[in-house]
């Protein structure tokens, strides 16, 4: 089967099937209704090599969607459309976004009505950017938010059931995410990829049936197992510690009172030296505070792990590069990136076949060097 998927028909012929609240959605059930794809592009002459669904979870349930077109650029006849397509939704991102709009807002009332949970879409974007990797690439992303994706349930999130029975093409995949500090249960059917926070399905090797696909995770709440079990440990800990300082305080007591008389000059000066000790030690541990200066990662935003990569590279770093570290997927650091670019705290250029990010100081400092070598 041909790896293109005609951006102007069912780019994800997914929506199309025989069960489920998409199917309802689309009229798969019914044949005398005309089939109509969410996720789908406008009338347009260009082809999709490969579709990208990246699923983001968040602890409240809603579920940040984004849909990638990648158009490979390898002939001045797939260059020109994307160009032209381009420039189309640069002028008018609006006429792009509103029938998206539509038709996901019919696919989320759909699947309301089949799950039976409360669910909203907002947040529409579109926009266009090129990326370099092994093969130079147009894509083409949309980005809303889907309330009420995931079932809540204390400190669990199931997703995949608004969903349910999604066709996915050859050269499409389904990416689903959830945030740091949750841990998968369980993931159905087996994924074609399985990361510590990700799981992948890729359409030629994955049908979904009745009931797939499903996402478990389970986070670390303050009422889990693990810290109720944690709670109790340190609540005998602290016991046993009462009940020897108890101890020990009346054995002392007992002592000092025997030998008030003849007070040991040495025992006088203990206290003073451990005082002395501690207050070293907590210098010490300050010093070493403020020398580091760094945040820890876990507390730094996406964008400032972004920033702080390429800073910490020279000023300047290629994307390919950011992925691989940070560990993200190509959609989320892209995402990452462009925000950045708005904000004009990073710029980006290419480098033969690669994009290359840059600080913007850092181009400065190369063109301050470049007047003093010419000098």
């Known amino acids: 089967m041909n790896s293109r998927v005609g951006v102007t028909i069912m780019v994800v012929a997914l929506l199309v099937t025989g069960s489920g609240p998409v199917a309802a959605a689309t009229g798969a059930t019914d044949p005398s209704r005309t089939q109509s794809n969410p996720f789908e592009l406008q009338d347009t002459q260009l082809d999709a090599d490969e579709v990208r669904m990246d699923v983001a979870l968040q602890p409240n349930g809603t579920a940040e969607w984004t ?3 990648w158009v490979r650029l390898d002939d001045t006849e797939s260059t020109t459309a994307f160009e032209s397509l381009r420039d189309d939704i640069q002028d008018d991102p609006g006429n792009y976004t509103q029938s998206f709009a539509d038709r996901m807002t019919e696919t989320v009332a759909a699947a309301q009505n089949a799950t039976g949970r409360e669910m909203s879409a907002d947040g529409f974007a579109v926009e266009t950017e090129r990326q370099s ?15 009420g994706f995931a079932a809540v349930d204390g400190n669990e999130l199931r997703a995949g059931d608004a969903i349910e029975g999604i066709y996915l093409d050859d050269g499409t995949r389904l990416l689903f995410e959830w945030p740091d500090g949750y841990k998968q249960t369980s993931v159905t059917p087996d994924p074609d990829e399985n990361r510590e926070t990700v799981v992948i399905w890729r359409g030629e090797s994955t049908d979904f049936i009745s009931g797939e696909p499903r996402v478990v995770v389970t986070s670390g709440g303050p009422f889990s197992t693990a810290t109720v079990v944690g709670a109790a440990v340190v609540v005998v800990a602290l016991g046993v510690v009462g009940a020897w300082w108890y101890r020990n305080r009346a054995s002392t007591a007992g002592l000092a009172v025997g030998n008030r008389s003849d007070p040991d000059p040495a025992a006088e000066s203990k206290p003073e030296s451990q005082s002395a000790v501690t207050a070293d030690d907590s210098a010490a541990t300050d010093s070493a505070a403020s020398a580091t200066g760094t945040p820890a990662t876990e507390l730094l935003s996406n964008e400032e792990q972004v920033l702080r990569l390429v800073r910490d590279n020279g000023g300047r770093m290629k994307q390919q590069a950011v992925v691989e570290e940070l560990g993200w997927t190509d959609a989320k650091t892209s995402k990452v990136v462009s925000g950045l670019r708005e904000e004009e705290d990073l710029e980006s250029f290419r480098l033969g076949r690669e994009n290359v990010l840059s600080l913007p100081e850092a181009d400065e400092l190369t063109m301050e060097t470049d007047s003093d070598s010419e000098q």
Do not use: D, P, Q
Not at 133 to 147: C, K, P
């Open 67 to 69: 849909l990638e077109f």
């Open 133 to 147: 990797f092994a093969r130079e690439y147009g894509v083409v992303r949309y980005t809303f938010r889907w309330h």
